[in-house]
T-cell receptor
C-alpha cells in the first residue's frame, strides 16, 4: 500500500510570492491534516480536512489556506510569503479522522523563503 | 485540548530500557494517548496508542495508570537507531476530528 506522498519535496520562493503544496493520502483515507514544523516553534497544526470540508483549524493567519478534493487529495496554499514561512510542511492522512486514529505522515515539503 | 508535558531530552546507552513519561493532567474521558517518533527531516511515525492500563506491540509498551493523568512509553533494549524525538499526544473523538497538538517532544539520544 503506497504511503502518503507530498509534492514537491523542496521549494524555494521569494517574499511576497505564493505557493501551493500537494498531498496525496493513503488510499481509502478521508482525513488529511497539515502541519508546519520549524526549529523554533516545533510541530504546529494548520488544519484538517475530511470529506472535502475543513473540520479543524489551527492558529495561523488567513494567508494559509487549503482544500480537499473528492478523491481526498489535498492542497495547501500560502499567499504573500514571509521569511518566517520557511519550514517543513507535513501532511498526514487518517482513515476516519477522529481521535484515536493513527495518522500517517508524508515526507514533507521543505519550503525556503528568500 | 489536553496539554502534555514531557522531558526535553534523555540520554541512554545501547541495550538499555528507556522510559519516557508524559503528563496530561487535563485528559478528557474520550481521549486516547498516542506516541510518535520522528527522525530529522522526516514526518513523525506512529509508535503506539492506548486508552488505559497497558498496551504492548512489537516496538514498545505503553503504561497508563488508573487516573490516566500520565503515561509512560517504554522502549526495550534501545539501539543507536532509536535516537529520535518522541512525541506524546492526547486526543479523542469528542474533538470532532484532528486538531492535534504536538508538544516539544523528548529528544532521546542513544549512545554506544
Amino acid at each position: 500500500k503506497a504511503g502518503v506522498t507530498q509534492t514537491p519535496r523542496y521549494l524555494i520562493k521569494t517574499r511576497g510570492q505564493q505557493v501551493t503544496l500537494s498531498c496525496s493520502p493513503i488510499s481509502g483515507h478521508r482525513s488529511v491534516s497539515w502541519y508546519q514544523q520549524t526549529p523554533g516553534q516545533g510541530l504546529q497544526f494548520l488544519f484538517e480536512y475530511f470529506s472535502e470540508t475543513q473540520r479543524n483549524k489551527g492558529n495561523f493567519p488567513g494567508r494559509f489556506s487549503g482544500r480537499q478534493f473528492s478523491n481526498s487529495r489535498s492542497e495547501m496554499n500560502v499567499s504573500t510569503l514571509e521569511l518566517g514561512d520557511s519550514a517543513l510542511y507535513l501532511c498526514a492522512s487518517s482513515l476516519v479522522g477522529v481521535g484515536g486514529n493513527e495518522q500517517f505522515f508524508g515526507p514533507g515539503t521543505r519550503l525556503t523563503v528568500l | 485540548l489536553a496539554k502534555t508535558t514531557q522531558p526535553i531530552s534523555m540520554d541512554s546507552y545501547e541495550g538499555q530500557e528507556v522510559n519516557i513519561t508524559c503528563s496530561h493532567n487535563n485528559i478528557a474521558t474520550n481521549d486516547y494517548i498516542t506516541w510518535y517518533q520522528q527522525f530529522p527531516s522526516q514526518g513523525p511515525r506512529f509508535i503506539i496508542q492506548g486508552y488505559k492500563t497497558k498496551v504492548t506491540n512489537e516496538v514498545a509498551s505503553l503504561f497508563i495508570p488508573a487516573d490516566r493523568k500520565s503515561s509512560t512509553l517504554s522502549l526495550p533494549r534501545v539501539s543507536l537507531s532509536d535516537t529520535a524525538v518522541y512525541y506524546c499526544l492526547v486526543g479523542g473523538p469528542n474533538t470532532g476530528g484532528f486538531k492535534t497538538i504536538f508538544g516539544a517532544g523528548t529528544r532521546l539520544f542513544v549512545k554506544a
